[in-house]
């Protein structure tokens, strides 16, 4: 069956993911990684999309928008005597060198960037991380200079990228694999109690398909914005009854006459 077929039918067909149990493994091996491209390409185009606006957003600010500022010895200054905020739907900017607000101002904006003047807050989905300017050493810079290096990310922003989602995909295919290896342990047991002629070779490249259907959901959810609350516990219990009922559809050995004869002996 061609490799796409597979895909699809691992979605909702336990009795032919049953059926795969006796292909070789380098081509379950290879079905895991292209499972692992399909269900993380929505997830590489939010991140990308948002990389691409933000960047092009922050270089456009600096260069029209945002008053002239420095930094030097890692404290902001600026000619301003008012912070400086700019709301968008996308999120907030501020710019506070005047020491006016606080982190705990920033906290009623669910997404953005402040800087205050000892330190940079970034904001997302509610949750804010702060970094002290100190924490960079002796800064100085300029916003020309500044501004610069923004355009600079920019234009390396595709290798950038490239090479981060990269990582991040060999990450959670390695991650896979190892799901799928447990999950082929709780197997050995779900044969066992069903006694079934399966070596763990089976079970493994069983699991490997098995694992479609939650991947699927979870990844695209995920992608999505959609949270669903406790979704590893979810995750684990979809596909442990994907393997349950992909084994129903394993045939049991054939016990032959002579042992059935052995296990029941009559009196003659």
Known sequence: MNIFKQLIKSLYSPKDIAAFRFQGIGKTIFY???????????SAINLSTTAYQGINYLATSLEEEIPDFAFQNGVLTSDITEPYIDVTEDGVFILDPTGHLTV??????DNGLAMLEREAVIITDGKAETFRYRDLGNLNLTK??????VNGI??????ILTVFLLVLYLFFTAMKFIGVTVLALFGLMLKNKAQLNLK?????????YTVTLPTAIFNLTEAFGIIIPFSLFFYWAIAIFMLYKVLQYVPKPKISPQNDEASNPTNN
Do not use: C, N, Q
Request: proline residues 5%; charged residues 15%; hydrophobic residues 55%.
């Open 200 to 208: 763990y070779r089976h079970l493994w490249i069983l699991s490997a």
């Open 144 to 149: 020309e200079e500044i501004t610069g290096l």
């Open 32 to 42: 895991v990684f292209l499972l692992m491209a399909v269900v993380s390409i929505p």
């Open 104 to 109: 705990g101002d920033i906290y009623e904006y």
């Open 154 to 159: 920019a234009d390396v922003l595709p290798v």
